[in-house]
């Protein structure tokens, strides 16, 4: 086990009708705030005129910025910036799933910064000040709502980039899996895919004497695992929609990645497709990750079986235990098939003339960091990709 | 699952050498604490003038308050309280045990409060404002390093009781495994039950559909299980060491009991036990652990099927579910032998002529609140109790 610091410094605020108490949490923090969300949906749903409501309640004075895309993009950031400063806004509510957070968590960074906010983006600064960010949570996906991470696209030349600083987490989570039954079955299933990899990148790791971490891990998959069918099955299963979103959380906010180095090669490379092609980010990993897997499992062959034993029950071949390993593979392949995901490329309707592209602008921007599970050449890359066709 | 908050405001720094930042963690808090411990051993070792140097090169001026025992003294906490009033000290600093940390605890509820600090620990009042604690690590057990719980015994009568305030939680907890290298088996092995104390009583409850948490803490146990034996047989195993040290903070930080109701009843009857006869916590609940266990087991063989199936790896006994049940608490019951630890009253050389005393006294103190599992009268109690002898 390596050294490490942990601090999950979110405020998580769980269950039934918990986004009622949205206006009293961002009191704590702010009398005028950012109301950061993306399209129409939480106007259908209700979930708008609850958190107007409880906001007025509260005495907060807010003002909308709405309009985020998924993979969200810089000019809505950047027109949240000036927002926030034209209004001497100090604290953002970001009312969604992980791209409205990270919206607003890039907004909260560029407010105070005098350069380009996409600067924290590319590596030329680190961000000292930044706005709080509060968030009702509506999909369970990218736990950007207790996590430090923030990806963002660049329309210019479309690079998906992101920033992890630990200044990033929001100040509280409010959390009811209630509002996640009006989810699209493939978005739910694209969260799923999304939260297995957050998961499963922490997972594959050459640090040994992990123990605890490990089995964090393997239990936070078979949660997942045991659920997503079963909210696929009944959209309004609380108990289901709740392990799931509980899981999305624990799954990034890096409880299960202390004292290890993880391997995010398959995000890395999904953003490639997700910064091109605009692809649901989950159903993207769905893709790649089973490809990346197939490519690299024999070099450790020992921890796929491991992962095919105690995650998805296989038995153990003590004759060849690298059948175990494929089989753990192809129930997590035959597992988001299940579940409606595409598992190739072709099936996410991405054609196969720019994989070299994607495989030199990875390389490019990760350089040497991509792979400590198994490290990757851009000839790696383009031969994942391939393999994904 | 039920809704739940959850915050562990606790910054955890683990490691090799991280005692060395000590200095520096606590001058973001404070420049004059009170350096807080027990008996001999942190001069024994080194660490003492490890943290006294590491303080003085930060510029933090410090008062000691040595002399904490196992089963902290109120005692000693009102003798805290004058020290940092009359010297004006703003934080808290305890190096040791959950015994010294602890009484840290109580010393910083109780010196900005008027009244007695007994009163928080009897339910007259509750904390509003506390001094800072922070906390270097050397016994995993009690994982009152990032917990909300402070026990204290009252020497007039002998009284054990807790006072559970998320605003007790310590600001950090410095963990070096290698500081529990020096620590007795007997001790250790308490540790160690301990912990699996605090997963199993989380473990252990009415509420359905608790899959997350139900894995995790399955996860935690058999990390436990794993490592305890590992660190016997050689001491200085720093990973073994490690991977106890981190499931002692997350076993009792509340991670792996939100969204459920635990049962507590062990720990309070344990409490009586080492109210009166001073036993080390956690062989105490060695042994009161699976009499109470055999006790209650009948209402509720499924549970208990889950845990010998799930955490001893028992097969599952399809005809005869019950089987599997006792199974499991066996094999609990042989890993506390196995680890040296007595699991009957006789083995702590405790008589049997109190064991009314004790049942009263408990019930009086928890009254209707003990056992949510299954509740306990005076007179279940007194059954569990002689199941111990």
């Known amino acids: 086990m390596q050294n490490f610091q942990f601090l999950s410094s979110t405020k998580i605020i769980f269950g039934k009708e918990t986004e009622k108490k ?14 950061h969300y993306g399209g129409g949906s939480i106007k259908k ?14 005495g907060i ?18 027109e949240g910036i ?18 409205v957070i990270d919206s607003a968590k890039a907004i909260s960074t560029g407010t105070p910064y005098e350069g380009d906010v996409w600067d924290f983006f590319e590596g030329k600064a680190v961000p000292e000040n930044v706005l709080k960010v509060g968030v009702v949570l509506t999909i369970p996906a990218a736990g950007s709502e207790a996590s430090k991470s923030c990806v963002i696209t660049n ?85 289901a929609r709740a392990e799931i979103m ?20 398959s995000h890395q490379i999904e953003h490639e497709l997700s910064g091109i092609y605009d692809v649901a980010h989950g159903a993207g990993l769905a893709v790649i990750l089973p490809a ?11 921890r796929f079986a491991q992962f095919a034993v105690r ?39 991405i054609p196969d003339d720019r994989l070299e592209e994607m495989a030199q602008k990875c390389k490019k921007t990760n350089g040497d960091k991509l792979g400590f599970f198994v490290p990757l050449s851009t000839e790696d890359i383009f031969n994942i990709l391939k393999l994904a066709k």
Not at 84 to 97: H, K, P, Q, S
């Open 155 to 239: 329309e210019d030349g479309w690079y998906k980039r992101g920033l992890n600083v630990e200044i990033n987490r929001p100040v509280f989570a409010i959390m009811n899996p209630e509002l996640t039954y009006t989810l699209p079955p493939y978005q739910t299933a694209s969260g799923a895919a999304d939260i297995m990899a957050h998961i499963m990148e922490r997972y594959f790791t050459n640090v040994s004497n992990v123990d605890l971490t490990d089995r964090l891990c393997e239990g936070a998959l078979q949660t997942v695992i045991k659920n997503t069918p079963m909210v696929m099955e009944n959209p309004e299963n609380y108990d």
């Open 246 to 265: 509980w899981a999305s959380t624990l799954a990034h906010n890096d409880l299960l990645g202390v004292g290890r180095i993880g391997d995010w090669s």
């Open 82 to 99: 000036k927002i926030c400063r034209e209004n001497a806004i100090d604290f953002i509510l970001a009312v969604g799933g992980g791209s």
């Open 22 to 35: 949205v206006g009293s949490e961002c009191k704590k923090h702010s009398s005028k705030v950012l109301l």
């Open 292 to 302: 990346w897997m197939k490519y690299i499992y024999k070099q450790r062959i020992e």
């Open 311 to 349: 995650v998805w029950n296989v038995g153990y071949d003590f004759e060849t235990p690298e059948r175990t390993a494929l089989e753990g593979i192809k129930r997590l392949e035959d597992f988001f098939k299940g579940i409606g995901l595409p598992t190739t490329l072709k099936g996410l309707n």
């Open 45 to 58: 749903t209700g979930l708008y005129e609850t958190i107007c409501l409880s906001l007025q309640e509260a």
């Open 61 to 78: 004075e807010y003002i909308e910025l709405s309009g985020v895309q998924p993979n969200p993009r810089l000019s809505l950031v950047k």
